[in-house]
T-cell receptor, first 112, second 112 residues
Framework: IAGITQAPTSQILAAGRRMTLRCTQD?????MYWYRQDLGLGLRLIHY???????GKGEVPDGYSVSRANTDDFPLTLASAVPSQTSVYFC???????????FGPGTRLLVL | GESVGLHLPTLSVQEGDNSIINCAYS??????FIWYKQESGKGPQFIID?????DKRQGQRVTVLLNKTVKHLSLQIAATQPGDSAVYFC???????????FGKGTTLSVSS
């Protein structure tokens, strides 16, 4: 089934630990995105990639890094997790950066 | 700066009624708009989109209206069903060319 998958579904993480959230799409979309969603703040863009091999910073990039080695995968890494990174993380993709985005099911992360 | 907002944070309707969810946008140069639906515990789901060369577009039980004069977007849902209960977001394309700009959402509650 075509779409976007994210892993893990949920995670409890100790502060200071490193964590990589995985995202894979099979729609051959050029653009991919990472958002965090917090109550009352809506969706906030962390990082994006308009095409394989390129990445850019969104609204809230601090503490996060991404890579885009190929079209399908766009992992998000928290180098040293902090409690303020507790959130629901959504990955999305779109044919190009100015078209509708399609979202994955999300990863619920709790940093203690 | 760019922003996308919604007129009401919550909307309660009876099953079978028509629902209208509103969105105001601030950037008159935006030329692409999208409505998303997000059910509890899931990722945002694409509903319908519209480009600025149109003022109305219809889908299955949904209609999006665009009024560029007053920078207003609305989503109409016909014969609202309990399964329509969700948070609805509007989004516009970013003039920076990076990603969409999302509003904070309106919660639609449908009672039977």
């Amino acid at each position: 089934i075509a779409g976007i998958t994210q892993a893990p579904t949920s995670q409890i993480l100790a502060a200071g630990r490193r964590m990589t959230l995985r995202c894979t799409q099979d729609m051959r979309h050029n653009a991919m995105y990472w958002y965090r969603q917090d109550l009352g703040l809506g969706l906030r863009l962390i990082h994006y990639s308009n095409t394989a091999g390129t990445t850019g910073k969104g609204e809230v990039p601090d503490g996060y890094s991404v890579s885009r080695a190929n079209t399908d995968d766009f992992p998000l890494t928290l180098a040293s997790a902090v409690p303020s990174q507790t959130s629901v993380y959504f990955c999305a993709s779109s044919p190009d950066s100015q078209e509708a985005q399609y979202f994955g099911p999300g990863t619920r992360l709790l940093v203690l | 700066g760019e922003s996308v907002g919604l007129h009401l944070p919550t909307l309660s309707v009876q099953e079978g009624d028509n629902s209208i969810i509103n969105c105001a946008y601030s950037n008159s140069a935006s030329d692409y708009f999208i409505w998303y639906k997000q059910e509890s515990g899931k990722g945002p789901q694409f509903i319908i989109d519209i480009r600025s060369n149109m003022d109305k577009r219809q889908g299955q039980r949904v209609t999006v209206l665009l009024n560029k004069t007053v920078k207003h977007l609305s989503l109409q849902i016909a014969a609202t069903q309990p399964g329509d209960s969700a948070v609805y977001f509007c989004a516009e394309n970013s003039q920076a060319g990076t990603a969409l700009i999302f509003g904070k959402g309106t919660t639609l509650s449908v009672s039977s």
